[in-house]
């Protein structure tokens, strides 16, 4: 079975941009959850998707937001794009909201200039 | 790289000797924890989890100890191989709400 896939893998946009990523859960996984991994911070949850609703999350500004579609794929669009924003941004899936494994995909790193 | 914490916790050991590397845990209403193995340039890796029903859960050369009177969880690794060089992260999660990950621990492995 395919893990989960995150696209693309790597991204430099400049201060003000907007940015998409998107995210591939394996199959038969109905829950996606983002986060955001930096060094100082660490791995901080920007929030969760199950059956293309917005079930969880975290405590980021509103330039944060996601969707999530029929197939069970979805995507994090960050808008107005600071410096801080500069991150690995990792997908995870797992099997419905209330199942508790949950896998990682290999992240999009994002560079903000 | 990219879980590099400025002050991340490092744990140093031998080749072919076991490895303890310990998580403290906020909720004591968690009721299910994960760890997670991450290598430079890629996602965190599934590794063995344990219910909060559970105090102890053996894997492939792991083994997870649960200590609910403390919050404390601790992964075991036996004959510990350079492969295993990495940072290690613990997470917890309440009835299947989102997860809370632990700052994380890098393991080196000296030969």
């Known amino acids: 079975k395919a893990g989960v896939t995150q696209t693309p893998r790597y991204l430099i946009k400049t201060r003000g941009q907007q940015v998409t990523l998107s995210c591939s859960p394996i199959?038969?996984?109905?829950?996606v959850s983002w986060y955001q991994q930096t060094p100082g911070q660490g791995l901080q949850f920007l929030f969760e998707y199950f059956s293309e609703t917005q079930r969880n999350k975290g405590n980021f500004p509103g330039r944060f937001s996601g969707r999530q579609f029929s197939n069970s794929r979805s995507e994090m669009n960050v808008s107005t794009l600071e410096l801080g924003d500069s991150a690995l941004y990792l997908c995870?899936?797992?099997?419905?909201?209330?199942?508790?494994?949950?896998?990682f995909g290999p992240g999009t790193r994002l560079t903000v200039t | 790289g990219e879980s590099v914490g400025l002050h991340l916790p490092t744990l140093s050991v031998q080749e072919g000797d076991n490895s303890i590397i310990n998580c403290a845990y906020s909720?004591?209403?968690?009721?299910?924890f994960i760890w997670y193995k991450q290598e430079s340039g890629k996602g965190p890796q599934f590794i063995i989890d344990?219910?909060?029903?559970?105090d102890k859960r053996q894997g492939q050369r792991v083994t997870v100890l649960l200590n609910k009177t403390v919050k404390h969880l601790s992964l075991q690794i036996a004959a510990t191989q350079p492969g295993d060089s990495a940072v290690y992260f613990c997470?917890?999660?309440?009835?299947?709400?989102?997860?809370?990950f632990g700052p994380g621990t890098r393991l080196s492995v000296l030969p």
């Open positions: 909720n004591s209403a968690s009721d299910y």
């Open positions: 344990i219910r909060s029903n559970m």
């Open positions: 997470a917890e999660n309440t009835s299947g709400q989102n997860f809370v």
């Open positions: 995870a899936s797992r099997l419905s909201g209330r199942s508790y494994e949950q896998y």
């Open positions: 199959s038969g996984h109905r829950s």
